[in-house]
């Protein structure tokens, strides 16, 4: 199942433009393994949900974000072991590979694994940076 926003929907998978935050955390909750770019909010919210999420940064020198903050934050992710990163489709392909062999490979009970204080704070501090001011 992918959320495509405005790209064109895929065409070997059920897709949506857009669900809704409380629904799109359903969706997580229910899913073998989150896939999703290196926003800290959505990284947080599959997290939550008990998935190590899979994370595809965007990148600035592709002209996908305004900085290369989404690679910053999901490296530091990945040396902490709080998310899997992968940059090129071999190595996302080879992730999901995971899943033939253990259904499970992504999930985690969070209550065992919480996010470290530390990052949370760095998350949301991104995301006001991002924003820009109110």
Known sequence: LVQHGTSRAPGVARGAVMFGWR???DLMAEAAAVVCAGGPG??????????LPIVVPRHHDLGEHVDDHQRAFARFLATHDL??????????????????VDADAFGFDPSTRPMPEGVG???????????GPS
């Open 42 to 51: 959505t990284i947080m919210d599959a997290r939550e949900e008990g998935k």
């Open 23 to 25: 629904e799109m955390r």
């Open 83 to 100: 998310a899997h990163v992968v940059e090129t489709q071999t190595d996302l392909e080879s992730l999901l590979g995971r899943l033939h």
């Open 121 to 131: 704070r760095f998350a949301q501090v991104v995301d006001d940076l991002v924003r």
